[in-house]
């Protein structure tokens, strides 16, 4: 199965700067570094290597409840309506969150919250490593597996060979994660706070998409993109519509 050493923290610049000129810039640029740098590191082995596969499925995870995160105070703010947001429950009595923004706002984001949408955060990198667009996998297929997989055995299984396949549940890597990343986007540490306090829940999604394509950027060598990306897509998608109780 595919192993990689911990990747180094990458950014968007020689200084580090992803986003700037407006009053959040700075604590996204410090969220998103520190997510780069972190992530990993919970997922090491004794030889502090990580299982490239269980990494992706971690990151999409993660990238799709941020999502949900920033969308649901977005709502409860007033400043999005909740439109066509639907928590369904399905037949075994898991209940699942459902709707197109979400899909959206998951995917190709939303300038008005600095939030570049994780499908481009995935492909341009691709892109510039010399992959097509033929490469790619699917968008709408993404989607498509995953629902069809809630509700049975291999729901929140993104649909790779099984060489490839995590080696933990993408619903357990997400609430597992989640204790790592909290904190970063709350900069709330046992020693002293953030120099710029928490990030605005609007943001997560923006930082942690972001995040997940530096990360990807970095692996190119573990495994073909088109493989990669189907692991974070699908995780992604799955880990958006998990509502937690």
Known sequence: MPHSPTPQNQTAGA??????????????????????????????DDNRRVHAPTLFAALGSVCGFA????????????????????AHTLAGGRTF???????????????????????????????????????FPDLNAQFACVASRLGTAEEGIPDVATAYRPLIATEDLREAMWVYMEPIFLQNYPDKPGPHGPLPKEFWGAAMNVAAGMLFSTMFNVMDARIAMTIILQSAIFGSKIIET
């Not at 999502?67 to 639907?86: C, F, H, K, V, Y």
């Not at 892109?127 to 490469?135: A, E, F, N, T, V």
């Open 67 to 86: 999502t949900q995160t920033s969308l649901l105070a977005l709502i409860q703010s007033g400043l999005r309506p909740e439109q066509d947001m639907m």
């Open 97 to 135: 969150l459902f709707g197109e923004q979400l899909n959206q706002l998951l995917m190709q984001g939303d300038t008005a919250l600095h939030n570049p949408g994780l499908w481009p955060c995935l492909s341009s990198p691709a892109l510039q490593k010399g992959y097509s667009p033929q490469d």
């Open 15 to 44: 200084d580090g700067v992803v986003w700037k000129d407006f009053p959040q810039a700075a604590i996204l640029n410090l969220v998103t570094a520190e997510i780069v740098r972190n992530f990993p590191r919970p997922l090491q």
